[in-house]
């Protein structure tokens, strides 16, 4: 063989390699995340998902590639950061909570769909029902809205002597309205007064941390919201040093010191949203999976938080606890 083919048959083979790396790489299916949250008060739940994938027979880095999209409770990047993902293009996209399940579901009707959210999905546009959702979208119904008055009767039988309850919600929030006035119809059966907090900021929350001793509320409710979720750490501190028994939406608060949470097992959830989308990669349609909703919900108490409060937990509470933080 002369120099000059040697050469031009080195150069192509080398050319190739890279090209058939690229063909190989491409060939890994992409899910994309998108979450209105920050990753730091997220990391939990991210590590469930990517336990449903593992459960499924993914690995991340492997067999299938993640891109994540946060929106750090800015709402209103979620329908850029969902168009970038179809563009990308990825396989699956998985959103988290609500504004960001909206936001993907304006971005494509192609690309398959797993949610996790707190509200009905039927009653939001997600889906036509729940056992048949139609379309490309499904996904994991968290209810987190419609235990506002649970959570306010939990409290109540921690704190009884608390007449006037500090509900703390974010009116960017699409189940703003739906948590207060799930709140206020039990606040009437309970004898308690209600004060609603809007807080979309940090600037309102300071201004909320900042009340009057006089005014103080003797008990607060923190309604699920992915902007108080990244507050956690201050609410939990303001709340001690204040001696204000609070209410939380996640085991997470109290695991971090918090009082008592009540809610769903949200790992739980996002470990099957991680499921669902291994399903459709390997060819299911999200029309075929219907939305399913939680079957056990928790109820967190920190005991240590309640000494600091100088409260006596009820044994009847202590026996419906699901978990006692000691």
Known sequence: ???REFITLLGGAAAAWPLAARAQQSARPVIGFLHQGAPETNKEFIAAFRQGLRQSGYLEGQNVTLEFHWAEARYDRLPGLAADLVRRPVDVMVAAYLPAALAAKSATGAIPTVFVIGSDPVEVGLVASLNRPTGN????MILHATLGAKRLELLHELAPAANIIALLVNPANRNAEIIIKDVQTAALTLGQKVQTFNISSDRDLEAFFATPMQQRPGALLVSPDTFLQGRRHQLIAWAGRQGVPTMYYQREFVAAGGLI???????????LAGIYAARILKGEKPASLPVMQPTKFELVINLAAAKALGLDVPTKLLALADEVIE
Request: aromatic fraction near 12%.
């Open 137 to 140: 979208v499904t996904g994991i």
């Open 261 to 271: 949470s009540y809610g769903p097992i949200e790992k739980d959830s996002f470990r």
């Open 1 to 3: 063989m002369r120099r």
